[in-house]
């Protein structure tokens, strides 16, 4: 009854004093002009320690609440996380983009309602990582399941899903409610939790292991229906992309209209149904798309080979811009052989081109970054300098080709000289001088094996029973090659499993939205 009658005090004058230095004052009897007995003080210890609200029930406490985690303080405990899945990361990635977009958008309102102690419920958000340690375009799906009661519990899970280290989390006072009992001692009540949760943190990884792929087998028989099954969902829209196509080359004479395979069905749908819409506004201006090839990519311009290429993710008034001065743009088109020409002349001959899968740039754009490197070659032979002796003085055999100012200076795998147009003729000459053997090796590899790889593919798509086999742009025809020579040894085992699938070379396994199934090149 005196304890009861103490608490009952103490939260009387917790309740009606100011700052937790006058609360703490008002305990020790400075405030009030008692003082306070040793039972008392330990009790004043522990209220003051705890920095937390108080539940009273009956005049009885019961526990107490501490606070939540600050905003700032989940900013810096996510902040790896935020580096791992942030949509800029993937620019290139629609498909990954949308669902990291959609996904931080819940879970943003998600650590809002728990901040403010309102319910909200949430079973899983989907995201994908980008890794350091992994190749472009190879990133890690992670399903984070957020029935969290809290937001402590909220971040933990997030770190723990995408195998980020939780220690600065750890280091800050536990939010969680718990009842106060002097006899408890909270320091090992600490370490016996930090340890049971160790060990299930190993467990889960010991789990994921057991579940890592092991052989393409295995996975191609578990996932080869589900593979079926999600392209037959997606039928109906892609009827509905090609009745869309249809109805733009007939109405307004278009040649042909083609789109990026990296972009999701539904994106191509919409951007189709947002042309057409915009074409019938303003059906005057389309007559300039008559007898040419409309692109949906990643810019909005006239490309180098002449199609028109528009950015599904622009506004309509980006792609109506373009469409009223489509004839303005082809000028450049008519000046890229000169400087082609004038570019190969002053570098003996090499044959200026361009990689199949080199980033996007516009005719004029182009026309820039070849007049640049022009310009910094002519002021290489203005300043009196030449070609080593070494260099052959034809270079005919050989190719070049000129990308963006933040392109690499490199030999692709297939042979060419890839320079940016910014690169210093110095450093070009230098470079294309020491590297000559080797372009010369990889040139004459890829001669041969791009036929091989062509009949490879057509071998494996007809015994397989495939409906497309495509692969990655970082995949070269050597591991093309390789990978198809893999997959046929393993007919017999594979049998009918593939039929109906169109399969997809790349660095990683994966079932696409569309049915895809994405297999690495050098799977075991």
């Excluded at 990291?100 to 995201?127: G, V």
């Excluded at 109805?247 to 395979?261: A, H, M, P, R, T």
């Excluded at 743009?329 to 200026?352: C, F, M, Q, V, W």
């Excluded at 742009?473 to 007919?491: A, E, H, K, N, Y």
Aim: glycine fraction near 4%; charged fraction near 25%.
């Amino acid at each position: 009854m005196q304890d009861r009658l103490r608490i009952c005090k103490y939260r009387h004058i917790y309740k009606r004093k100011g700052s937790p230095e006058r609360r703490t004052n008002a305990l020790r009897g400075n405030q009030s002009g008692e003082i306070p007995s040793t039972s008392d003080r330990i009790m004043s210890n522990e209220l003051q320690k705890a920095h937390g609200k108080y539940v009273f029930r009956c005049g009885r406490l019961i526990g107490i609440i501490s606070r939540n985690l600050s905003s700032a303080e989940i900013s810096t405990a996510l902040r790896p996380f935020y580096f791992s899945v942030h949509p800029d990361l993937f620019g290139k990635y629609p498909e990954q983009r949308k669902t990291n977009e959609h996904s931080l958008q819940q879970l943003s309102a998600l650590l809002e309602a728990q901040q403010s102690n309102r319910n909200m419920t949430m079973s899983t958000l989907p995201f994908y990582l980008r890794q350091k340690d992994m190749p472009e375009g190879n990133f890690k799906l992670v399903n984070i399941n957020l029935n969290s009661k809290n937001v402590r519990e909220t971040v933990v899970k997030i770190l723990n899903a995408c195998d980020i280290s939780t220690n600065y989390v750890d280091k800050i006072p536990r939010s969680a409610p718990k009842s106060i009992n002097r006899d408890i001692d909270f320091t090992k009540a600490y370490k016996e939790y930090d340890t049971e949760f160790e060990k299930t943190v190993r467990m889960k990884r010991k789990v994921e292991e057991k579940k890592a792929i092991t052989n393409i087998i295995d996975w191609i028989s578990d996932n080869s229906l589900h593979g079926r099954e999600k392209y037959e969902l997606t039928s109906a829209t892609r009827e509905q992309v090609k009745s869309l196509i249809n109805e733009l080359c007939n109405i307004y004479g278009i040649k042909e209209v083609k789109y990026d395979s990296g972009w999701n069905i539904s994106h191509i749908r919409g951007a189709l149904q947002s042309l057409v819409s915009m074409a019938s506004q303003h059906s005057k201006h389309m007559k300039n798309l008559k007898g040419r090839t409309i692109a949906l990519g990643q810019f909005t311009g006239v490309s180098l080979d002449g199609d028109v290429f528009l950015n599904i993710i622009d506004v309509r008034n980006e792609w109506l811009s373009l469409i009223k001065k489509v004839s303005q743009e082809d000028g450049a088109l008519t000046e890229i052989p000169n400087y082609e020409k004038a570019l190969s002349s002053i570098l003996r001959d090499i044959h200026i081109c361009r990689r199949k899968f080199m980033p996007k740039v516009s005719a004029a754009q182009y026309c820039s970054h070849l007049r640049q490197l022009i310009t910094s070659i002519g002021d290489f032979y203005g300043s009196g300098k030449k070609f080593p002796e070494s260099v052959p003085e034809s270079l005919s055999k050989y190719e070049i080709v000129v990308e963006p100012e933040a392109g690499p200076l490199m030999v692709s795998p297939t042979g060419q000289f890839i320079t940016p147009s910014s690169c210093p003729a110095d450093e070009l000459i230098t470079f294309i001088t020491h590297h000559l053997d080797e372009a010369t090796l990889l040139l004459t590899e890829y001669s041969i094996n791009k036929h091989v790889e062509k009949k490879l593919c057509k071998e494996v798509k007809e015994r397989f029973g495939l409906i497309d086999l495509n692969k990655d742009d970082s995949i070269t025809p050597g591991l093309m090659i390789m990978c198809c020579q893999r997959l046929l040894t393993r007919i017999d085992k594979l049998d009918t499993k593939l039929k109906g699938n169109i399969l997809y070379v790349t660095h990683y396994y994966s079932v696409l939205s569309e049915g895809v199934l994405c297999i690495p090149w050098n799977f075991k």
